[in-house]
Each structure stands twice: as structure tokens, then as C-alpha cells.
């Protein structure tokens, strides 16, 4: 299922060069995956952006509540100096099979 992330990101003395997502899946391993950065050039500060993801919309039977991924994203400045993870929002998705 496709989840856009959106945010934006600022840098007081550089621009943008770099946007990264951090997925963190229920089901998956604790510390989760960092996706692949994604290079938007050299864009002035503040940024908005917008990234679209992939994540899975099965669930375990036993899960009733939906499986549940936290994500979150930095940005990296025309220097190479990577921000702090933003704070993490929760995305669940259920299984609709059954319907």
C-alpha cells in the first residue's frame, strides 16, 4: 500500500540535498530500515517534501488491531551534515481480505 510522507525540512546556512525515511515495522526487526536517501538537488531552505513508500497491508491473523509501522525522516544539507530523525508517526494498516 502506498503511504506518502511529508514534511519539511530547513537548514539555516545550507540548502536541502538529501531526504531520508526510517521505517520501523511491527513485524520486522527492532531498530527497523533506513531507506535509501533520496537526492532533491539543491533545494533552498525551508523544503517541503513529499515521498511516496511502499508498505505491506497484511496482517497476522492474530493481530486484531492492524499491523503497525512507525515512520519518520531527516534531511541532509548541501554539506553533507544530516538533521535529527523527525519524530515518528504511526501508520496501521489492516488486512481487508475478509471483507
Do not use: C
Not at 10 to 16: E, M, R, V
Not at 17 to 25: L, P, S
Request: aromatic share 6%; glycine share 10%; proline share 6%.
Amino acid at each position: 500500500m502506498p503511504v506518502t510522507v511529508s514534511g519539511k525540512a530547513t537548514d539555516a546556512l545550507s540548502k536541502i540535498a538529501k531526504i531520508q525515511i526510517h521505517v520501523r515495522d511491527e513485524y520486522g526487526p527492532a531498530a527497523g530500515v533506513d531507506l535509501p536517501p533520496v537526492s532533491v538537488g539543491a533545494q533552498p531552505s525551508p523544503y517541503t517534501f513529499s515521498v511516496t513508500i511502499q508498505l505491506t497491508a497484511s496482517r497476522k491473523g492474530s493481530d486484531k488491531d492492524g499491523r503497525r509501522y512507525d515512520v519518520s525522516a531527516r534531511a541532509q544539507d548541501s554539506a553533507g551534515n544530516w538533521g535529527a530523525w523527525s519524530a515518528s508517526k504511526s501508520v496501521t494498516a489492516h488486512d481487508q481480505s475478509g471483507k
